[in-house]
């Protein structure tokens, strides 16, 4: 039973590698490293989270065989990007870039804590120098509430 769970499990862990089709591989061993490093970075748009070196979907296959069709043309490995990107949107990188627009993504996140952390420090000092609360009752007031308490 413990060969089976075994086999189970190692099937389980190499399922990613049974992404990529003996078909899409490259002949140039150069040109395929190339190409599944380049496909490590891209989104596999069906599964959202999943790069296309690793998805099984039909669209990520799609994509696998761009990125070699552009390696084999003699394009750069920045062209192919610049490629898919152009075509698919930015949306299809696992590590969108931090230029333009998503600059604004990047920074918003530090800016909202700085200015959380900065709030609360405002808070906190100006809580410390705020006078001691002066008693509300007057003398005669004091005397009655004593008066009462010990009865």
Same mark, same amino acid.
């Given at each position: 039973?413990?060969?089976?769970?075994?086999?189970?499990?190692?099937?389980?862990?190499?399922?990613?590698?049974?992404?990529?089709?003996?078909?899409?591989?490259?002949?140039?061993?150069?040109?395929?490293?190339?190409?599944?490093?380049?496909?490590?970075?891209?989104?596999?748009?069906?599964?959202?989270?999943?790069?296309?070196?690793? !998805?099984?979907?039909?669209?990520?296959?799609? $994509?696998?065989?761009?990125? *070699?069709? @552009? +390696?084999? &043309?003699?394009?750069? =490995?920045?062209?192919?990007?610049?490629?898919?990107?152009?075509?698919?949107?930015?949306?299809?990188?696992?590590?969108?870039?931090?230029?333009?627009?998503?600059?604004?993504?990047?920074?918003?996140?530090?800016?909202?804590?700085?200015?959380?952390?900065?709030?609360?420090?405002?808070?906190?000092?100006?809580?410390? !120098?705020?006078?001691?609360?002066?008693?509300? $009752?007057?003398?005669?007031? *004091?005397? @009655? +509430?004593? &008066?009462?308490?010990? =009865?």
């Amino acid at each position: 039973m413990n060969r089976l769970a075994l086999l189970i499990l190692a099937l389980t862990l190499a399922a990613p590698a049974f992404a990529v089709q003996p078909d899409e591989i490259l002949p140039d061993p150069a040109l395929e490293t190339r190409a599944r490093e380049i496909s490590k970075d891209l989104r596999c748009l069906v599964c959202r989270n999943e790069s296309i070196d690793d !998805s099984n979907a039909q669209l990520a296959r799609d $994509l696998r065989l761009l990125v *070699r069709e @552009r +390696l084999v &043309e003699g394009d750069s =490995d920045a062209e192919v990007m610049a490629f898919v990107v152009d075509r698919y949107g930015e949306y299809v990188l696992l590590n969108p870039t931090t230029g333009g627009a998503n600059l604004i993504l990047w920074i918003a996140g530090p800016a909202m804590l700085a200015a959380g952390l900065g709030t609360a420090a405002l808070y906190l000092r100006r809580r410390r !120098s705020a006078p001691e609360p002066q008693p509300a $009752l007057s003398e005669s007031e *004091r005397a @009655r +509430l004593t &008066e009462i308490l010990k =009865d």
